[in-house]
């Protein structure tokens, strides 16, 4: 551990300290469930929501040629595999395209334990994408040639150098470093995972990222919507509300070279610690034929094939004693289609005295009490929700509602000591700003007809039938279900300890990199809590 990250380190248990309960100690899920708090919105911060603009340095190409650039790694299923992914040529926007050939073009990385000698090479595979609009005045994008290659046979929790590109034409990128995970096992675990949704690329989002790089992570979950390019018009015209401003649209477009600012922006993270993402609805992207997904698809790296998915939209890794198992909120969860039988078979796999934790995410979340998308993800609830209590989920991780909100363990709307803990973190710093007002205020409950998400259609979100809220659509205070909530942009950071015991960490913007808004003590008790897969 380099002198950097000891200093985090310290002073992360220096600012734990102070966020400890008054007895001293920091508070865990067994003090619970504890009564609902909400943190007063802090109007004097309201962040800078506002995109960096293409003259940004940090968004420029600086690459030739066919130079490597927005470069990343993203994990394979298991510690012994990994994915360099990256990007070659100029993109291409306007009336009259004309795509690259991908195979003019090699994908290579090399690599090693040693900085001085990368003596292992692979080859991968490469590919573009097109957003194509059929109206005429819009323009059209084609991508640089994207490249995908998969590293195997590394060892575990150990460094690698490597640098990618193509060496006949001597064009390799620097040369960059990347630490395996640890080896499935019950006594190894990553040690920080960041946790980030609803990125964007603002100047909130640059605080965002400064802060969890401070933070040092070993991995980094993106919970859907990374760009927000379906907030400009094609010709590169943007607005903080696309329905608002751009309401007579033939169709919703995109501004896809803010894929491209994305990826060079988060590069310094990304080239070096595995950034494992999931489809938010700003990834659908509406394009000619009713093709959706087309950037998100094409630009990252996922295990689903090793992980026995046939969609980008959902599949599972191992990191350590954990297995995160990635859920698509916009891909088909009925019982009888191909993600829910997926999951199933997924979880029938799972061997909780290798893996002990089990991570679900999703984007759009199922306990969140904001009236921005409140119940939206209902339909899913109901199908899913069984299946993921009775095999004992540990943690669920949301974006979409930009704001941050933890629940007790609840299953069905219900406090249940064997449920998981819910906790959204859709507040990256995206420019469609902070959700502020909750359902349960008054005057701002939802008319449930609105509520259902209109890219997955469906209506599940009825009144509630029992409990203090029954009969109603809304609580008329804060549910017991959320302990803790506020509206602020922020990132997290989840430290599996052992087998039991996991720290929960929330980081506010506003605050210095090592201020904690929110921790707890999240922790599994399998033997009151066993397994239950009929």
């Known amino acids: 551990m380099d002198s950097s990250m000891n200093i985090a380190a310290l002073s992360l248990c220096i600012t734990l300290l102070s966020s400890v309960s008054p007895n001293g100690a920091i508070p865990t899920t067994l003090d ?15 962040g800078n929501a506002v995109d960096l603009p293409d003259t940004d340095p940090r968004v420029q190409r600086i690459a030739k040629g066919f130079e490597p650039e927005q470069i990343s790694v993203s994990l394979s299923t298991t510690p012994d595999s990994v994915w360099i992914s990256w990007i070659t040529g100029k993109y291409q926007i306007g009336e009259n395209i004309k795509p690259l050939d991908p195979k003019t073009v090699a994908s290579v990385v090399q690599y090693g334990i040693a900085r001085s000698l990368l003596e292992h090479q692979r080859k991968g595979y490469s590919l573009i994408y097109n957003q194509l609009y059929p109206f005429e005045g819009l323009q059209n994008y084609t991508s640089g040639i994207i490249h995908h290659v998969r590293l195997r046979g590394l060892q575990p929790d150990t460094l690698y150098h490597y640098k990618c590109g193509d060496p006949s034409i001597s064009a390799m990128s620097d040369i960059y470093y990347f630490r395996t995970m640890p080896a499935s096992s019950p006594s190894s675990y990553p040690g920080r995972i960041g946790v980030v949704g609803d990125l ?34 094609t010709n590169g015209t943007g607005a903080d509300c696309y329905s608002c401003s751009f309401a007579n649209t033939a169709i919703r477009e995109t501004y896809q070279p803010r894929w491209d600012y994305w990826g060079r922006f988060m590069e310094p993270l990304v080239s070096r610690v595995p950034l494992m993402m999931i489809e938010g609805n ?68 799972v061997d909780r005295t290798v893996t002990p934790w089990l991570v679900a995410t999703w984007h759009a979340p199922w306990y969140s009490t904001y009236t921005a998308h409140y119940r939206e993800a209902e339909c899913m609830r109901v199908a899913m929700e069984e299946l993921l209590y009775k095999n004992r989920v540990d943690i669920v991780f949301n974006g979409h509602v930009h704001a941050y909100e933890r629940s007790n363990r609840v299953y069905n709307y219900t406090l249940d000591p064997c449920g998981p803990v819910h906790i959204t973190v859709g507040d990256g710093g995206n420019r469609e700003k902070m959700a502020i007002t909750h359902a349960d205020e008054p005057g701002n409950c939802p008319v449930p007809s609105s509520t259902p998400d209109k890219f997955m259609g469906g209506f599940c979100a009825i009144n509630f039938t029992s409990g203090p809220a029954a009969g109603k659509f809304c609580w008329d205070r804060q549910p017991d279900y959320s302990a803790y909530r506020e509206s602020s942009f922020g990132h997290g950071i989840l430290q599996v300890n052992n087998e039991t015991h996991a720290l929960w960490t ?15 003590y999240i922790v599994r008790q399998p033997k009151r809590c066993p397994m239950n897969k009929r």
Do not use: C
């Open 32 to 46: 619970g469930p504890f009564k609902p708090v909400t943190v007063s919105l802090d109007k004097s911060f309201r």
């Open 200 to 233: 964007g690329l603002t100047y909130n989002t640059t605080s965002t990222i400064h802060h969890l790089m401070a933070n040092h992570p070993d991995l980094v979950l993106l919970i859907g919507d990374a760009t927000y390019a379906d907030l400009y018009l």
């Open 282 to 349: 700003h990834e659908i992207e509406k394009q000619v034929g009713n093709k959706t997904f087309a950037a998100y698809s094409a630009r990252f790296a996922f295990p689903s094939k090793e992980s026995g998915s046939s969609s980008t939209f959902y599949y599972s890794f191992n990191a350590g004693g954990i297995h995160f198992v990635m859920l698509g909120s916009y891909a088909n969860y009925d019982k009888y289609r191909d993600q829910y039988k997926w999951l199933e078979n997924d979880l029938a796999k």
């Open 506 to 520: 929330w980081h506010r913007n506003q605050d210095a990199y090592n201020s904690i808004g929110d921790v707890i």
